[in-house]
Each structure stands twice: as C-alpha cells, then as structure tokens.
C-alpha cells in the first residue's frame, strides 16, 4: 500500500467555522492532489501541488486554498465551512511516469 | 471539455454472469485511460491504464479495453468480492489533471 494517511478521518463542523485536512504520504513524491466526492459528480480535483509551495487551481477550487511547506505533507483548508462542502475528501499522489494515482482512505466531512 | 461518463449507473449480476461497464470519454490528447476499483468507505484503488486505442488489459477476472471514443472493462464470470463501484477517468495532455467519471456500482449475487 502507498504509504498515505489523511487526517482527520471524520469531521463535524458547522457552518462558518475553519477546517483543515491534512494529507501525509512517506512515497517521496513530487506531485500530490486533494479531490472530492460526491454522489453524481464522481472524483473532482479540488488542488493539486507540484512540489513544495508550488500548487495549482482543479476543477472545484472555490472555497479552498491548500499549503505545502514540506514534500510529505499537503494540507486542504476551508476557511469559512459551508453546507456545500460536506463531501468526502481524497488525497493522492501521483506516479508521473504512468499517471497512476494512489489514493489515501478518505476524510468525511459533515458541515451543518 | 474533457469529459468521462460511465454506464450503466449500477448493474447486479448473478455470480458466473458475464458483462460489461463502458466509459465513454471526449479528451484532448489522450494520454492515459485509468480505471480503479473503489469498495465501501475506501479510496480508489488502481487496476488498468490503457494509453492507445486497440490496447487490452487483463487482470483476473477483468479486460479493459480501449477505443478512440470509448473503453469497456469486461468481467468475466464474477465472484461476490468483484463487488464495488468501478471508475473510469482520462488524463489528456498531462497527467496534472485526471479526470474522472462518476462510476459504476457492481454487485455479483451469491
């Protein structure tokens, strides 16, 4: 298994408040992504970084903004949580000699 | 606009029944065509990458097949554990934006 842990696992919050996701991964990669899923929409990239400091918009950035200061860890924030962002958060990294993408196992987030 | 949409939603089958998922896809530049495995409560787990028409892959139970409009992942006498949802996605110029479709949901009845 790709060495990748996501924290928290669950999370309750209410509307309003500041949440951070944190991705750790031990696999040394350069490239690392923080999708979200939700039934009907399937995987949609939220950020993604290229190495540290070095991110970029997806497809679903409003609302978030991510932080890398160290090539193991991605962090994902919501500044201002809102009922739109309850979701399940992924993070992965990536093999860019073949573009597989290995995930980690997931963070629920309930925003009420 | 790149864009990946899977059918059927959801299929069940009775165990030793073949059949077929499709992924239909519009990239730009196809530079790989992924499906993935995703069980219950888990993340997404890697199975095939597909990166020309004509191509096949087979693990186990499963074939992926790849067209330039399409691709098919074949099951072949499934077993209740080859029950998960089963994602398609595409990676067009670069591999920095993967995306994916909404998946389909297999059950394989005992």
């Known amino acids: 298994d790709a060495g990748i842990t996501q924290s928290p696992r669950h999370k309750v919050t209410e509307t309003g408040t500041p949440v951070t996701l944190r991705c750790h991964q031990t696999?040394?990669?350069?490239?690392m992504y923080w999708y979200r899923q939700d039934p009907g929409h399937g995987l949609r990239l939220i950020h993604y970084?290229?190495?540290?400091?070095?991110?970029d918009k997806g497809e679903v950035s409003d609302g978030y903004s991510v932080s890398r200061s160290k090539t193991e860890d991605f962090l994902l924030t919501l500044e201002s949580a809102t009922s739109s962002q309850t979701s399940v958060y992924f993070c992965a990294i990536s093999d860019r000699n073949t573009g597989e993408l290995f995930f980690g196992e997931g963070s629920r987030l309930t925003v009420l | 606009e790149d864009q990946v949409t899977q059918s059927p939603e959801a299929l069940r089958l009775q165990e030793g029944e073949s059949s077929s998922l499709n992924c239909s896809y519009t990239v730009s530049g196809l530079r790989g065509l992924f499906w993935y495995r995703q069980d219950p409560g888990k993340g997404p787990e890697f199975l095939f990458t597909l990166y020309s028409a004509g191509e096949e892959k087979e693990k186990e139970r499963l074939k992926a097949t790849l067209t330039k409009k399409e691709s098919f992942l074949h099951i072949t006498a499934p077993k209740p554990e080859d029950s998960a949802t089963y994602l398609c996605a595409v990676s067009g110029t670069s591999y920095d934006k993967v995306i994916f479709g909404p998946g389909t949901s297999l059950s394989v009845i005992p």
């Open positions: 696999e040394n990669h350069r490239y």
């Open positions: 970084s290229y190495g540290v400091k070095d991110t």
